[in-house]
């Protein structure tokens, strides 16, 4: 949690308290750019982006809205606009996927689903359903603070994470499966 | 219950939004129905999964290597700001300053105004007492603009200086003509003229003129008069028309009561080189694109129509 005094600061004009400001948000900023992109070299250039607009924005920041709603708010749009012009989504069906094919686990205890497997598995939802799966699960936010973040209803939040994590256990059961279903 | 129902509780569950009498209501259920049994399954340890998704950090530090050039950024961030800011902020702003631009170019008006109201005997003791506010104004912006009042031989001339009274460096304002001025008097007199700018006229002791101030209400702004003349402005031969380029928006005032008669934005391209017919039948100008091309376009008036030449 960032003390509201560093960010009073921040915006009064001092230099340095600005910088901490940004070396504290630094892995948050970083870690959704990563998981919205997939791509480590994009999320880099997209996670520099949303600091130098924050750095550059400060004054702009209101405090009705939590400062980290405000921040995610930057760079999850960074990901979404500049980005998806940049790289074409891949439709589900079109993505060849290489996994370690798994025997049809019908009736056994199921594994559990491996951390790059459904990594991937985001990668393939829509911008909307992603953004709200990785700001609940990766920056730990509650409805209402994606609500706040997104500038959605909180009714289209829930709607929007359930139906993306149904699309991700459907998705990771193909996976388990040995490949993607067409 | 049906499934369709229960799925949502799932969801809910998963997320610990369920009340005990949900919480059963659902276990209940799942406890006859194999299928929803095990979406609950995958539901949840999805969830898990998620939740155990690496914390990953980036392999240097991004503000390290942003620190250096922290200032060229801010630079340019305001530039890429100021040209692609959405058009109703951008009207928003530019209406602001638009009617500082009026309010000064009134106050320009209401100079000339009672310069000529007032006998040519006072000139030389206007000039100097102006020129005195002129040097005793503490002025820390340095982009101000000032407008001494001159009188040589009789006519009243307003000069654009700074606040040292140097004419102005290139690039802020140039003085309007006073014809193009005396047509505007029609426009302002009865219009906003009490904005914080006092004129004394008709005074015994001499005119309580005041060195006018160009000075943009936004703390921000450069001086107000920069952006009424240095962005484009032109008045139609008939002076029945203003046209005013405000950060390439486009706006035509009506001369005679200064209401806005017609406004194109035509973003993310611009407008330059206003330049109106001599029947003042149409506002010749060109328009670039956001590639950098360059096509001629009119408008024409008074049926406010884009044309192409």
């Known amino acids: 949690m960032v003390e509201p005094a560093l960010i009073k600061a921040a915006q009064a004009g001092d230099r340095d308290a600005l910088v901490s400001l940004l070396r504290e948000i630094e892995h948050q900023v970083y870690r959704t750019a990563y998981y919205l992109l997939n791509h480590e070299q994009d999320a880099l250039d997209a996670a520099q982006e949303a600091l130098i607009r924050v750095y550059t924005k400060i004054g702009s920041y209101e405090e009705k809205a939590q400062f980290r709603t405000w921040v995610q708010r930057i760079v999850t749009n960074i990901c979404i606009d500049k980005f998806r012009r940049k790289r074409p989504s891949v439709s589900i069906d079109e993505h060849e996927l290489v996994f370690h094919s798994r025997d049809d686990v019908e009736g056994e205890v199921m594994l559990a689903y491996a951390a790059e497997e459904i990594r991937e598995a985001i990668g393939k939802l829509p911008d909307h359903h992603r953004t709200v799966v990785v700001l609940r699960y990766l920056q730990d936010f509650s409805y209402n603070e994606i609500a706040e973040s997104l500038d959605l209803p909180l009714n289209t939040v829930k709607s929007y994470l359930y139906r993306a994590r149904q699309q991700l256990q459907v998705l990771l059961q193909d996976f388990q499966k040995g490949g993607v279903r067409g | ?247 390439g928006v486009l706006i035509l005032y009506a001369a005679e009561d200064g209401q806005t008669a017609f406004r194109h934005d035509p973003s993310p391209g611009t407008i330059s080189n206003l330049v109106w017919r001599e029947d003042s039948g149409a506002l010749d100008y060109t328009y670039t694109d956001e590639g950098g091309r360059s096509t001629a376009q009119s408008l024409l008036v008074p049926e406010m129509k884009i044309s192409m030449r």
């Open chain 2, 1 to 247: 219950m049906n499934c369709q129902e229960v799925m949502e509780l799932i969801q809910r569950h998963v997320d610990d939004d369920l009340n005990e009498r949900e919480t059963s209501l659902m276990q209940d259920h799942v406890g006859q129905c194999p299928d929803c049994k095990a979406l609950l399954d995958r539901l949840v340890r999805l969830s898990e999964g998620l939740a155990q998704l690496p914390r990953v950090e980036p392999p240097y530090s991004l503000v390290d290597a942003l620190l250096p050039n922290l200032d060229k950024y801010e630079a340019e961030a305001l530039a890429e700001e100021t040209a692609t800011m959405p058009s109703n902020r951008r009207r928003a702003a530019s209406r602001r300053r638009v009617w500082i631009a009026r309010i000064s170019s009134v106050t320009a008006v209401c100079v000339i105004v009672a310069i000529f109201a007032v006998n040519g005997s006072i000139f030389d003791q206007m000039g100097s007492r102006s020129k005195e506010q002129l040097a005793s104004k503490q002025e820390s912006a340095n982009s101000e603009v000032f407008f001494a009042a001159d009188a040589s031989s009789g006519s009243a001339e307003l000069r654009a200086t700074d606040q040292f009274g140097h004419p102005p460096v290139e690039g802020s304002a140039q003085q309007k003509s006073p014809d193009a001025s005396v047509s505007n008097k029609e426009g302002a007199s009865g219009s906003k003229s009490n904005q914080g700018y006092e004129m004394d006229t008709g005074t015994d002791d001499g005119m309580g003129m005041n060195a006018l101030g160009g000075r943009s209400a936004a703390p921000d702004g450069p001086s107000v008069m920069e952006f009424a003349n240095a962005s484009g402005e032109a008045i139609s031969p008939d002076g029945a028309w203003r046209a005013v380029l405000v950060e």
